[in-house]
């Protein structure tokens, strides 16, 4: 397990590193995906998922409107 950057001490879960080492491997940065799995994506959908251009956000199926 990796210890979060800034949270000594706190480590995440194994489903959650799994999520993490996905990412990663996708090209996705933890900071990026953090977003993602905070405003409601799905942990698969966030980490495979590619990042758009810089200013220009992906369109989701079923994404609520804002």
């Known amino acids: 397990m990796t210890t979060q950057k800034g949270k000594p001490g706190r480590k995440r879960s194994p489903e ?3 999520v993490y080492d996905q ?3 996708n090209g996705i940065d933890a900071k990026t995906l ?4 905070k405003h409601g994506w ?14 220009h ?3 989701r199926k ?3 409107q804002e």
Do not use: I
Not at 34 to 37: A, E, H, P, Q
Not at 42 to 55: H, I, M, Q
């Open 57 to 59: 956000r992906p369109v």
């Open 42 to 55: 799905s942990p698969k959908e966030a980490a495979t998922t590619p990042t758009a251009a810089r200013g």
């Open 34 to 37: 953090y977003s993602r799995l």
């Open 62 to 64: 079923n994404a609520p």
């Open 16 to 18: 959650m590193q799994a």
């Open 23 to 25: 990412a990663a491997a």
